[in-house]
């Protein structure tokens, strides 16, 4: 695994209704992030056959939260899991589209520091 993706990304999101913002830590094959609706990320990345990364997220989603998709969460609250590939030049592109539970995603992913390992 290329250890260089090691680090923290602030993650601008926008989907069809509001946009949306998370922070992640991908470090040595785990991802965990927050965002500021109140969601947990937790999950793994791994090289992927087709270059880059394999990551794959348990998102957690509190109650009534507005997601970026234009739906609401509900009083129960979400959990869904996603899977997705993030390209070697995931740095360079304007947006990648990840398709989650309630829609399709649209994130920026911006790497703010290395991790000292």
Known sequence: MNPSINGFYAAYLTG????????????????????????KYDGTY???????YAV????SLPPNTALVQ???????GDTSEIAFQLPLDFLSR???RID??????????VKLRELND
């Open 16 to 39: 069809a209704s509001l946009q949306g913002f998370a922070m992640l830590v991908f470090r040595n094959g785990k991802v965990v992030g927050v965002d500021v609706g109140g969601g």
């Open 100 to 109: 989650a539970k309630h829609g399709p995603v649209n994130a920026k992913i």
């Open 70 to 76: 234009g739906v609401s969460t509900g009083p129960q």
């Open 46 to 52: 791994s090289d992927s056959d087709m270059g880059g």
């Open 94 to 96: 304007h947006f990648l």
């Open 56 to 59: 794959k997220l348990k998102v």
